[in-house]
């Protein structure tokens, strides 16, 4: 064979080549060129070749075999897998630049990509059919260089410029350095590049299911997003397949604002169309590249329960059960449900404005959303409020302990945002502070908290009045516990029987004298005092039946004191009116002077009134 070998023209592919092999070889038609190697002109349109096929075109062209691989559709299929490859490439016909076929008939290898539609070296639009009957191009027709149907000359094609400002032209411009895996020079360049054509083809094709039937949302290519051609009676067209790839790029260029405007738009379709689109593009986010994409697309659907739009049913919430917890808006029922807060106590903290709700009417059904954080921090609010059982555990105490404090106003009962009475826990825990008194190392020497209320009680030592008697400083508590309760705290026994005295002289001025207390005043043991009783000279004002069983007699203190000091022993009368012990004692046993007590002990007492007329008869 005699003839000249071409020079590999750059992007050229491998079919084009051997096109313009044949013509320089002089062969009729490229078929009859290509059967020396058994290579059938069907696998010749479409750019494929065996491994043999490249090894004897190479050594017939004298030209690098790796190279001839990299000019074939195979090199493609080998990095996207024959899936992507099979949706992507044009087989059966082809597109061109009529500005790059000027001087010679040349076919490139990007142009057999469904979704490159431009020429970047020229910046015009790729022809996919012939301009002079609209029919579409072979390769056989096409390296003739005109149209064997109508002679029109593909060459003198009516040329379509780009605007290089469009988000259209920036996307191919992009898909093309990504098929060729050259530097991104797009805008957004350090968040683009890092995506490889695989993991680009990958984000399209899942996308394709949230545009699929959308408006476009760029400035060029066909009015409505039309992705798919391999349905019934749709054939592959460049520029819907261009429109769908640059809208995938347009959600990147300023994401995550671009994927929400798609979203809403999506959001729009019918339930049966989002029923099945949806799942096919979460196919996506088994690619950790996209965890970003992920992470929005959640975001938006979490808005659209918020704002009552779509359930907790929906699917998201299903796959990741997890994301309903980043809920700004919850339901009352998953409120009952999950903070275990009645519909009642919902309601009393809306209406004093603790949480914040709104009504969502879906025909002719309300939906009562509460706002997450309003309901925390009123729970929060809410938590602040205990139990009286709860503050009993806090101060370490009984439960019937409680209403003696809040008796004694060193608690007090509040109204909860719930509108239940209840007590506040910094009041307990501020109360429990300052009665514990100060932290010590080591053992210390003291009657422990329960002890001394058990050992004092029979004077009248109650829990209200031991915590009263260390507010005001009387006693002062040890622990040696950071974090206890009062049943850590001990107390010196010399302050509390101080105490005790206290109690004595308190009870005594609000209820009378103890018998004890009489027997000293009037200096007579107790079974004189009994005596006086049974004589009627002196009787108890009442009875008080302790704790322990014992009962205990009080006497009327002014009645008492009216007695002791309207009567003097014999002694004192004697100083008082000078009259001598001995006719005081004698005027008693004649009885012009009478004896108080009536006989009742050993010991006399004299009414100062009578004492009064005799001293002055004498």
């Known amino acids: ?255 995550p604002k671009n994927f929400i405007q798609v979203l809403e738009a999506f959001h729009s379709n019918k339930e049966k169309i989002i029923y099945l689109q949806k799942p096919r593009f979460e196919k996506l986010f088994k690619l950790k590249k996209f965890e970003f994409i992920h992470k929005a697309y959640n975001e938006f659907w979490i808005g659209k329960f918020n704002n009552g739009q779509i359930r907790k049913d929906f699917s998201v919430f299903k796959i990741d059960k997890s994301l309903i917890n980043q809920a700004q808006m919850l339901r009352k029922d998953e409120i009952k449900n999950r903070f275990k807060v009645t519909y009642n106590a919902i309601g009393k903290m809306n209406q004093i404005g603790l949480i914040q709700a709104k009504y969502i009417r879906r025909g002719k059904n309300i939906r009562y959303l509460i706002d997450r954080a309003s309901l925390e921090a009123a729970l929060q609010l809410n938590r602040l409020y205990i139990t009286k059982c709860d503050a009993a555990e806090i101060l370490g105490v009984q439960k019937d302990s409680i209403p003696k404090l809040i008796n004694a106003g060193l608690l007090k009962i509040k109204e909860s945002p719930t509108k239940q009475a209840m007590i506040f826990k910094p009041d307990v825990e501020n109360l429990l502070s300052r009665s514990r008194g100060g932290l010590v190392d080591g053992e210390i020497q003291g009657i422990q908290f329960h002890k001394a209320l058990i050992k004092y009680s029979v004077n009248g030592l109650s829990i209200a009045k031991l915590l009263n008697f260390t507010e005001i400083g009387v006693l002062h508590p040890m622990t040696n516990i950071t974090n206890g309760t009062l049943a850590n705290t001990f107390y010196s026994e010399i302050e509390l029987e101080e105490c005790m005295s206290f109690l004595k002289k308190e009870k005594q001025n609000q209820h009378g004298y103890y018998l004890q207390d009489v027997m000293q005043l009037l200096h007579i043991g107790e079974k004189s005092l009994n005596n006086l009783m049974k004589l009627g000279v002196i009787s108890p004002q009442r009875e008080f039946t302790m704790k322990d069983g014992r009962k205990h007699l009080f006497f009327e203190k002014n009645r008492i004191d009216t007695f002791i000091k309207g009567h003097l022993t014999v002694e004192e009368a004697a100083q008082k009116f000078q009259i001598s012990s001995s006719t005081i004692r004698r005027y008693l046993k004649s009885g012009k002077l009478n004896d108080a007590m009536k006989g009742a002990c050993k010991n006399y007492l004299i009414s100062i009134e009578e004492l009064s007329l005799v001293a002055a008869a004498k």
Request: proline fraction near 2%; glycine fraction near 4%.
């Open 1 to 255: 064979m005699n003839g000249k070998i071409p020079k590999i023209i750059s992007g050229e592919s491998l079919s084009s080549f051997i096109y313009r092999l044949c013509k320089a070889f002089h062969f009729d038609s490229c078929f009859s060129f290509v059967s020396h190697w058994n290579m059938s002109e069907e696998k010749l349109k479409k750019n494929e070749f065996s491994v043999k096929e490249i090894e004897l075109i190479s050594e017939f062209s004298d030209q690098n075999k790796e190279m001839l691989y990299e000019m074939t559709g195979d090199n493609w299929r080998e990095i996207w897998g024959a899936g992507y490859y099979n949706k992507l490439i044009l087989k059966n016909k082809i597109k061109y630049c009529p500005c790059c076929v000027r001087n010679e008939i040349v076919h490139k290898k990007n142009w057999t990509i469904l979704p490159v539609a431009i020429c970047p070296e020229h910046k015009i639009f790729l022809i996919d059919r012939c301009q002079g009957c609209n029919c579409f191009i072979s390769m056989d027709n096409f390296m003739f260089g005109f149209c064997l149907n109508c002679s029109f000359k593909f060459s003198q094609a009516t040329i379509q410029i780009v605007d290089e400002k469009s988000i259209f032209f920036e996307s191919q411009i992009y898909l093309i350095q990504k098929i060729s895996n050259t530097t991104c020079i797009v805008s957004n360049e350090e968040f683009l590049k890092r995506f490889s054509s695989l993991e680009i083809f990958a984000l399209s094709f899942c996308s394709f299911y949230l545009l699929s039937g959308l408006k476009s949302f760029i400035d060029s290519g066909s009015e409505f997003i039309s992705p798919f051609s391999n349905g019934k009676d749709k054939l592959k067209n460049q520029i819907n397949a261009a429109t769908a790839f640059g809208n995938v790029f347009w959600i990147l260029h300023e994401f």
